[in-house]
């Protein structure tokens, strides 16, 4: 077995680039923090502008929140023209994305054959590809059966199967869970490696038989496989599915795609839009494939935390707009602060706790907003690492942070799907 894992293992090994590989070269990160309402209003119109489109990374929230945009070569002069005609003090914050996606592509351990992955030498400190993912939590099934299942939530649209893993004892009476999934974003990688090193933590630590006792957890570590591949051998910045394409464009944004105030605010209606919220609800086979798992156990799911990056933030519903709050949000701001704190323990690293709408940005037809909708009592978009950096050019990254990060990110997350954990352990 152990040699099998040496030989299986082909940690330099690049994927295999076609033609059509994204380089992205001279692509920068432009970022700007608007303090007036003027300077807030520029780039609002910038972001909802047709013309230009560019991809905002991280779109204007509000008042001193940075916004980042992410400019290819031919247009980044003018962007940063344009910013300072309105008074505004454009920092570049990644100069070539280029450079940053081949480096990603070194980050990538794979293995030739998914009967090669054994749970205890599993590299969580490196990205891997979608079928290692499903060969990692194939192969904790099957060395913990007693208390580790695998079940499938359905096909990706490219007939990738998506796993899930249930992690608790069987019991004879019906048991609250704690649900994670992750990728939903091909683009934010640390998502799933996140997800996969809180896998390992629970099923190799005898610490938590008492809590896997008395409830489930069901982690579902990559909800959008082909966009995740995608994202590997094609296009370092992918975010959606891979449906279409239309009007030329391939993709859907899937956390626009949930039939819970669908189209409401922060999606797009163009195809080609980063948040494209497809031409229907639950359009995209993703979306429904985890609708139909978490419809059916909303009365046992107390919990369900969706991992995304980046920005360091804790986000409860509602996200469709500011200032709407489920009725008990005291309650989930509580369970949030708990979260803070736990991650907060571990590095010193800061977490936002806050409504999505208020804090970050509204965005409805998401997939927390959903699991609220059904019922489901504690709901967070957890956005992971990076947060905002210091304004150095160059030291701070976006959906391609290094696999040096994963170990600090998943050691200080840990903790907070915990508090999430003993929350459903102990109620309400
Ligand atoms: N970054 C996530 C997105 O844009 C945040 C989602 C937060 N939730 C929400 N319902 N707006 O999809
Ligand atoms: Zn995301």
């Known amino acids: 077995i152990i040699s099998a894992v040496i030989i299986g293992l082909n940690a330099f090994a690049l994927p295999k680039h076609s033609e059509d590989y994204v380089t992205y070269h001279g692509y920068s990160v432009i970022r700007v923090i608007p303090h007036t309402e003027d300077q807030f209003k520029l780039v609002q119109k910038l972001s909802e502008s047709l013309k230009y489109d560019f991809d905002f990374w991280k779109p204007p929230s509000k008042l001193n929140k940075p916004v980042d945009i992410f400019s290819p070569p031919t247009m980044t002069r003018q962007l940063i023209v344009h910013l300072k005609k309105g008074s505004l003090m454009p920092v570049t914050k990644i100069r070539d994305f280029g450079k940053r996606a081949a480096e990603a592509q070194m980050e990538v351990s794979s293995y030739k054959s998914s009967d090669a992955i054994d749970p205890d030498s599993f590299d969580f400190y490196k990205y891997h590809p979608f079928a290692d993912i499903m060969g990692y ?60 090193y809180a896998i390992n933590q629970w099923v190799t630590n005898s610490s938590y038989t008492d809590l896997l006792k008395a409830i489930d ?24 599915t891979r449906s279409g394409p239309r009007q030329n464009c391939y993709g859907v944004d899937p956390n626009r795609n949930f039939a819970f105030k669908w189209m409401v605010a922060g999606s797009s209606s163009n195809p080609c839009s980063e948040t494209y919220a497809g031409p229907s609800p639950f ?32 986000l409860y519903p509602w996200g469709y707009a500011t200032g709407q709050y489920p009725p008990d949000v005291n309650d989930l701001i509580a369970l949030g602060h708990e979260m803070y704190n736990a991650i907060k323990a571990v590095h010193g690293t800061e977490y936002t706790v806050g409504d999505s709408g208020d804090a970050l940005y509204p965005a409805s037809g998401a997939s927390d907003d959903y699991s609220k909708s059904i019922g489901i009592k504690y709901v967070y978009t957890v956005e992971l690492r990076p947060g905002d950096g210091d304004n150095d050019d160059d030291q701070w990254y976006g959906f391609d942070l290094p696999a040096k990060f994963i170990k600090p990110t998943a050691e200080e997350t840990f903790p907070a799907l915990m508090a999430a954990a003993n929350r459903v352990q102990n109620g309400p």
């Open 283 to 314: 359009s995209e086979i993703e979306a429904t494939n985890l609708k139909n798992f978490l419809v059916p156990h909303n009365d046992t799911i107390k919990a369900y935390l969706t991992l995304h990056s980046y920005g360091e933030d804790i």
């Open 137 to 196: 939590i194939q192969a904790v099934a099957q060395k913990y059966p007693s208390f580790v299942s695998i079940s499938s939530i359905g096909k990706s649209l490219q007939n990738r199967d998506t796993q899930l893993l249930k992690i608790g004892y069987p019991s004879s009476t019906a048991k609250n869970a704690l649900f994670i999934d992750a990728g939903i974003h091909a683009r934010e990688w640390i998502a799933p490696a996140t997800a996969l």
């Open 217 to 240: 957890i069901y982690v579902a570590p990559s909800i959008n496989p082909d966009g995740y591949e995608y994202s590997r051998t094609k296009d370092r910045n992918w975010r959606k």
